[in-house]
């Protein structure tokens, strides 16, 4: 089973380049989230979207976008990179609100210079 | 708000010590809590939640909701058990899950 898969699991950007950082998850799960994780910070939430058709903003959301494309894609899009936004990356997803098990993509480490 | 705290960013013991990796919370209403970890090139994978009471890979877990704590405990550490430990959130309708900062344990041989 695939799970959560991330992709690209490696990226250089230049700065004010853009990108987006594909994720879909293969388990019929309603919330997905993106974090990124960077030392000292722990896993912060930058969006999540509880459902189809939804999307909220997290902890972190400012200099990303995000797209529920269908129930299993969530994609996160950097319109502008900058070198604060060098980080690794997290999708994950889980089956509903409350007490539900998140299963987590391999990660996408991500260098703006 | 929502926030979990964890006061260590890390924890050294040797093999065979007592372990306790500290989280505190502060949610307004009933939170479900979680444990996750996160070994050497692996995925972060959930280890425990309160509401199952379960202990797995010998770690336990207990909501004190007087103290606002859950702290994740082992009687006697492995090296094997060397890692990155989140603990993390959700609680109501919001659906959001919030990780704390993460204690790295380091267990010594």
């Known amino acids: 089973n695939a799970g959560v898969t991330q992709t690209p699991k490696f990226q250089v950007l230049k700065t004010g380049q853009s990108m987006t950082l594909q994720c879909a998850q293969d388990?019929?799960?309603?919330?997905m989230y993106w974090y990124r994780q960077d030392p000292g910070m722990g896993l912060r939430l930058i969006y999540y979207?509880?459902?189809?058709?939804?999307?909220d903003k997290g902890e972190v959301p400012n200099g990303y976008n995000v797209s529920r494309l269908n129930k299993r894609e969530f994609s996160l899009r950097l319109e502008s990179a900058a070198p604060s936004q060098t980080s690794v990356y997290f999708c994950a997803s889980n089956w509903d609100r409350g007490n539900t098990e998140a299963f987590f993509g391999q990660g996408t480490r991500l260098t703006v210079v | 708000a929502q926030r979990v705290t964890q006061p260590e960013k890390l924890l050294s013991v040797f093999k065979g010590a007592p372990v306790e990796l500290k989280c505190n919370y502060s949610?307004?209403?009933?939170?479900?809590l979680f444990w996750y970890v996160q070994y050497s090139r692996q995925r972060l994978q959930l280890l425990l939640r309160h509401i199952s009471r379960e202990s797995i890979k010998g770690f336990t877990a207990d909501l004190n909701k007087g103290e606002t704590s859950f702290h994740l405990k082992k009687p006697f550490a492995q090296e094997e058990d060397s890692a990155m430990y989140y603990c993390a959130l959700t609680g109501g309708s919001t659906d959001k899950l919030i990780f704390g900062t993460g204690t790295r344990l380091q267990v010594f041989p």
């Open positions: 388990m019929n799960h309603n919330s």
């Open positions: 949610y307004s209403g009933s939170p479900e």
């Open positions: 979207s509880a459902s189809e058709g939804t999307t």
